[in-house]
């Protein structure tokens, strides 16, 4: 397959804060790349750097980011403004702020036309319609009048990723894309998704803290924790044998319909992430890991299972396949046995 996307070396400061360290990572064309970790790991200034829309203030930097043949990192902001929204498109995190409240639906999408591909206000808008018709809006014409406020949750979502296709992008970045909706409103978005990728041949880079959307959706897997990726794997390597203790300990916290029982201690992973300095050292996730030890203060090594299935941590591949059905969920030792 052809990367789409590479990110090689990607860091982000704001301030002393180290919000991205290092992260490398590539996403394929027609393949989902899911980016997983909880609230606070970077995923969504990940995401942000790619696209040139870090806040003031930030410091980025990285050894390349290939989009297709070009370098983002060596674009002006005026041929980056080009690319974006065009050839790259992203859904934002909260559907209910991402669109202008000011304006109708009808002018920010044909806006997207106008803009990048020269259309007339009458060619904008008919082509707007037939999108919000292909992503599964209902009178799609009446809605191109109406405001932000006057549509649900659910039906934002649906403008929001048909604002994003308008354009046939090659790679789609969604950040949180079923945040706030209720689950059937989720499993519609996410087979909308995965169809339109098929139709489209999109590569799509998903940013979730859901391991249930990473088991539906994804081919490969970063999971992602204080700045810097723990573990990369296909997705199913990762559930097969989740090996870095800050994997496990996410899927320990799901619970397992039949396994656990009414009454019973859901899993969870105890502490929260950690702000990191510039000059952090060691594992980041030790403070939170029952299996830590006095070298995790030192640099960490990147391990490989496999040629696909790469982690950083002390605990050698040996340690990790004899003990990788245990589930590793707090310092006192409580643990879970993945189905």
Known sequence: MTAVLEIDDLNVHFGAVAAVRGISL??????????VGES?????VSALSVMGLLPRGARASAARIMFADTDLCRLSERRMARLRGDRMAMIFQEPMTSLNPAYTIGS???EVLRRHRGASHGDAATRAAAMLERVGVSAPEMRLGQFPHQLSGGLRQRVMIAMALLCEPELLIADEPTTALDVTVQAQILRLLAGLQRELGLAVLLITHDLGIVARTAHRVSVMYAGEIVEQATVAELFAAPTHPYTRGLLASIPVPG??????????IP???PAIGPDFIGCAFRDRCAQAID?????VPVREMSNEHRYRCRLDPAWSEQNRCELVTAKAGSSSTHP
Request: hydrophobic share 30%; glycine share 16%.
């Open 40 to 44: 606070g790991c970077g995923k969504s």
């Open 271 to 273: 502490g929260i992430v």
């Open 26 to 35: 590539a996403v394929q064309r027609g393949e989902t790349h899911c980016l």
């Open 259 to 268: 396994k656990v029982r009414r009454g019973e201690r859901l899993g969870s």
């Open 295 to 299: 070298s995790c203060a030192a640099p």
């Open 108 to 110: 920010q999408m044909t």
